[in-house]
């Protein structure tokens, strides 16, 4: 654990009592806030104007005051990094809330927002690039704004346990018979050389990784159809992954029971993975 923590427009040393929320938080209370995950790769943060750019984006969804400007926050989390001497791959945590007032749905319009931001070592997840995972079709029970990085994630929460504990990886969320995405990390699937996965909409979020993957992809001249996959669709995959901001570009090797590419990580999957990597450094600040 580091030393040092954003607690609203401070660093503090990291300690629960330089960082006590009211009861009365909204965070605390309804799940009323956003966050973001943003990574860390030799001390320096990675597309750190995309993360941005979704938060606010989240922020004004649901009618948050911004208690930051863009270049305010982006001073606070270089800071957060200098203080803690921080030069290796980790990750940042950076949370929301819409602030305190006595408990009622209907929210105040004036509150003050409350943030903080943590910073934690993240090794690479090398098992996962190596070997793939499996993931297990679950219906969707999630909001109807996935597109919102909401702090509430129940629907999340409750599906991934179930997965974990049936020794999947993650879930793969469907809903009238479309496949969304997975618990905390965008789908894809690959069939004839055509890479194939959800459209942004409210139904998915919008992946920082997904965007930077589909990007690469044209440079690879790997051809992407952002279309709705249908369950059934799923049993003639060539090749599956899923991509997240912690874990780059991981494999599917198996859906359910039923092995992907023989339980083998496939070439335009391995490419992607590959070519991901070198590009890393091109967007780090
Ligand atoms: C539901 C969900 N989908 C997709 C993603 C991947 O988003 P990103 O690539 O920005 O990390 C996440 C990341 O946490 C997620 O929670």
Known sequence: MTDYMLWKNEIVERKPENAMVSFEDRGYQFGDGVYEVIRI??????????????????????????????????????????????????????????????RDHVYMEDLDALFYATVDR????????????????????????????????LGNVIARTKAQRSGYHEPLFHREGIVRECGASNFYMIKDGVIHTHPTNHYILGGITRKKVLLFAKELEIP??????????????????????????????????????????GDITKRLQQYYRKRIYDYLE
Not at 128 to 144: H, S, T
Not at 228 to 255: G, H, R, S
Request: aromatic content about 8%; proline content about 4%; glycine content about 2%.
């Open 122 to 153: 993240f090794d690479q997840p090398v098992e996962m690039w190596d070997k793939g995972v499996k993931v297990m079709l679950q219906e969707d029970i999630r909001w109807l704004r996935c597109d919102i990085k909401s702090l509430n994630l």
């Open 41 to 102: 790769y030799d001390g320096k943060l990675h597309v750190l104007d995309w993360h941005l750019d979704r938060l606010f984006y989240s922020m004004e969804q649901l009618a948050i005051r911004a208690p930051f400007s863009r270049s305010e926050i982006k001073q606070l989390l270089k800071q957060l990094i200098e203080k803690n001497k921080f030069t290796i791959d980790g990750k940042i945590y950076l949370q929301v809330t819409r602030g305190i007032q006595p």
């Open 224 to 265: 992407v159809k952002e279309r709705e996959i249908k369950v059934e669709e799923l049993q003639d995959a060539d090749e599956c992954f899923l991509t997240a901001t912690p874990l780059e570009v991981v494999p599917i090797i198996q859906i359910d029971k039923n092995p992907v590419n023989n339980n083998e990580i």
